[in-house]
C-alpha cells in the first residue's frame, strides 16, 4: 500500500503553500499591538510577543490542513466521504474559534478565518467531486445504451 498516491502528491504542494501563508500571516499580525488591551483595559505599555498562541493556531491549522489533504488520497466515493469528514473537522475548528473571537488579537481572528475559508474549500471540493461523479455516471449510463 502506497502512502502517498498522485492526487495526493499533486494536492500537497497548494496546500503546504496555503498553510505556510496562513503561518506567515500569523506570525506578521501577531507583532501588531491588541487593540483589546489598549483601548478597553487601558493598558498601553508594550505586550509581549504571542509565541504559544501563534504555535498552537499554526499546529492546529496544520493537523486541519493534513486532514483535508488526506481526502484526496483517495478514488471516487471514498474521496466525497473523506471531503465531508475533513469539512466537518475544518468547520467545527473555525466555528468554535470564531465564537471565542470576541475581544481576540488580530492573530486569532485570522486563525478563525481562515479555518473557515479551508472549510468553505473543502465544501466546495466535496461538490465537485460529488458533481463529477454524476456526470461520469451519467455519461457512462448513456454511453452503454443501445439504440431500439
Given at each position: 500500500?502506497?502512502?502517498?498516491?498522485?492526487?495526493?502528491?499533486?494536492?500537497?504542494?497548494?496546500?503546504?503553500?496555503?498553510?505556510?501563508?496562513?503561518?506567515?500571516?500569523?506570525?506578521?499580525?501577531?507583532?501588531?499591538?491588541?487593540?483589546?488591551?489598549?483601548?478597553?483595559?487601558?493598558?498601553?505599555?508594550?505586550?509581549?510577543?504571542?509565541?504559544?498562541?501563534?504555535?498552537?493556531?499554526?499546529?492546529?491549522?496544520?493537523?486541519?490542513?493534513?486532514?483535508?489533504?488526506?481526502?484526496?488520497?483517495?478514488?471516487?466515493?471514498?474521496?466525497?466521504?473523506?471531503?465531508?469528514?475533513?469539512?466537518?473537522?475544518?468547520?467545527?475548528?473555525?466555528?468554535?474559534?470564531?465564537?471565542?473571537?470576541?475581544?481576540?488579537?488580530?492573530?486569532?481572528?485570522?486563525?478563525?478565518?481562515?479555518?473557515?475559508?479551508?472549510?468553505?474549500?473543502?465544501?466546495?471540493?466535496?461538490?465537485?467531486?460529488?458533481?463529477l461523479g454524476v456526470i461520469y455516471k451519467t455519461s457512462h449510463a448513456d454511453s452503454g445504451q443501445t439504440g431500439s
Open positions: 500500500m502506497r502512502i502517498f498516491t498522485r492526487p495526493l502528491r499533486a494536492a500537497t504542494w497548494p496546500l503546504v503553500v496555503a498553510w505556510f501563508s496562513l503561518t506567515a500571516l500569523y506570525i506578521s499580525v501577531g507583532f501588531l499591538p491588541d487593540e483589546y488591551l489598549i483601548y478597553v483595559r487601558g493598558i498601553t505599555t508594550p505586550q509581549a510577543y504571542p509565541v504559544k498562541m501563534i504555535l498552537i493556531e499554526s499546529g492546529i491549522s496544520g493537523v486541519t490542513f493534513a486532514i483535508v489533504a488526506w481526502a484526496l488520497s483517495s478514488h471516487s466515493w471514498s474521496r466525497v466521504a473523506k471531503f465531508l469528514a475533513g469539512t466537518v473537522i475544518a468547520g467545527a475548528v473555525g466555528v468554535f474559534a470564531g465564537m471565542g473571537a470576541m475581544h481576540a488579537p488580530r492573530h486569532y481572528i485570522y486563525f478563525a478565518l481562515g479555518m473557515l475559508l479551508l472549510t468553505f474549500v473543502s465544501l466546495l471540493g466535496t461538490l465537485f467531486w460529488i458533481a
